[in-house]
């Protein structure tokens, strides 16, 4: 799943108008799909000593005195272009961030070690969406976890895919459907572009 354009809506600024696409068993069945995301709270998230270690880790000067961490929680609903099985998203995303005065709002993630943390909302993973996705031709409903680091959803999907220091080994039930590697440097979401040289 990627987010292609997210705007806010100019009637109401907790709510965000986006735009994506979602690709299902690595078929290149790509759909498009349109929604909304709802800001529904945010929250001080208590990660004690994330931004000094950070500071020290990378050398960004961070002041961990002035600097906050959040969790923000948005009501997700997103409706597939129609078409025979498409499919309607509803759930939550949930995103750790941290703010300090005069730097770029960022990502609050588990670093120095591979893994997750039970305490955070996000799991240590940035950003985490979930729900549920009812197929509107057949009615079947199955639950859906997006993150973009796989620590963060491992615990649920262990029973699915294998993940060890270099490479996934995946669930022969899911490499039947096209799943056959875990990590594939595959941009399927971009529009192939037209050249602009002819030769």
Same mark, same amino acid.
């Given at each position: 799943?990627?987010?292609?354009?997210?705007?806010?809506?100019?009637?109401?600024?907790?709510?965000?108008?986006?735009?994506?696409?979602?690709?299902?068993?690595?078929?290149?069945?790509?759909?498009?799909?349109?929604?909304?995301?709802?800001? @529904?709270? /945010?929250?001080?998230?208590?990660?004690?000593? &994330? =931004?000094? $270690?950070?500071?020290?880790?990378?050398?960004?000067?961070?002041?961990?005195?002035?600097?906050?961490?959040?969790?923000?929680?948005?009501?997700?609903?997103?409706?597939?272009?129609?078409?025979?099985?498409?499919?309607?998203?509803?759930?939550?995303?949930?995103?750790?961030?941290?703010?300090?005065?005069?730097?770029?709002?960022?990502?609050?993630?588990?670093?120095?070690?591979?893994?997750?943390?039970?305490?955070?909302?996000?799991?240590?993973?940035?950003?985490?969406?979930?729900?549920?996705? @009812?197929? /509107?031709?057949?009615?079947?409903?199955?639950? &859906? =976890?997006? $993150?973009?680091?796989?620590?963060?959803?491992?615990?649920?999907?262990?029973?699915?895919?294998?993940?060890?220091?270099?490479?996934?080994?995946?669930?022969?039930?899911?490499?039947?459907?096209?799943?056959?590697?875990?990590?594939?440097?595959?941009?399927?979401?971009?529009?192939?572009?037209?050249?602009?040289?002819?030769?």
């Amino acid at each position: 799943m990627v987010f292609t354009q997210v705007r806010r809506d100019p009637a109401d600024p907790a709510r965000y108008l986006v735009q994506g696409k979602c690709n299902y068993h690595k078929s290149k069945n790509i759909r498009s799909f349109s929604g909304t995301l709802t800001v @529904r709270q /945010v929250a001080d998230l208590s990660y004690p000593g &994330f =931004l000094r $270690a950070r500071s020290i880790q990378f050398s960004e000067g961070i002041d961990s005195v002035a600097g906050r961490t959040y969790t923000a929680r948005a009501q997700l609903q997103l409706h597939e272009a129609p078409q025979a099985n498409s499919g309607i998203f509803e759930g939550e995303i949930v995103l750790d961030f941290y703010v300090v005065p005069g730097q770029p709002v960022y990502y609050v993630y588990v670093f120095d070690r591979e893994g997750y943390v039970d305490e955070l909302p996000t799991r240590g993973g940035r950003l985490l969406l979930r729900g549920n996705r @009812r197929n /509107v031709t057949t009615g079947q409903i199955k639950a &859906f =976890l997006v $993150a973009p680091e796989a620590a963060a959803v491992a615990p649920t999907i262990f029973k699915d895919f294998m993940l060890d220091e270099r490479m996934g080994q995946v669930n022969p039930k899911y490499a039947k459907l096209g799943w056959g590697d875990y990590w594939q440097n595959d941009e399927w979401w971009a529009d192939s572009p037209k050249p602009h040289l002819s030769l």
